[in-house]
């Protein structure tokens, strides 16, 4: 049987009230993370006000 591991992690955005991802940051951590044998599962912004996001949180996984 098949057996993953998971790993989250948050992410800062930037902005007066959010809602800006800075790309070449978070392009590092992605790659980073795939040398490890990280594979992106999913990724979505939390929800502060108004529609605008504070942090961003990305879902990896790996085989065990």
Same mark, same amino acid.
């Given at each position: 049987?098949?057996?993953? +591991?998971?790993?989250?992690?948050?992410i800062q955005l930037k902005? !007066?009230?959010?809602?800006?991802?800075?790309?070449?940051? !978070?392009?590092?951590?992605?790659?980073?993370?795939?040398?490890?044998?990280? +594979?992106? *599962?999913?990724?979505f912004s939390t929800n502060?006000?108004q529609g605008y996001g504070?942090? /961003?949180? /990305? *879902? !990896?996984?790996?085989?065990?």
């Amino acid at each position: 049987m098949e057996k993953w +591991e998971y790993k989250t992690i948050k992410i800062q955005l930037k902005g !007066f009230q959010g809602g800006i991802l800075e790309i070449e940051d !978070f392009d590092d951590k992605l790659n980073k993370l795939g040398e490890q044998g990280w +594979e992106l *599962v999913s990724c979505f912004s939390t929800n502060a006000a108004q529609g605008y996001g504070r942090e /961003a949180i /990305a *879902v !990896f996984k790996r085989r065990h």
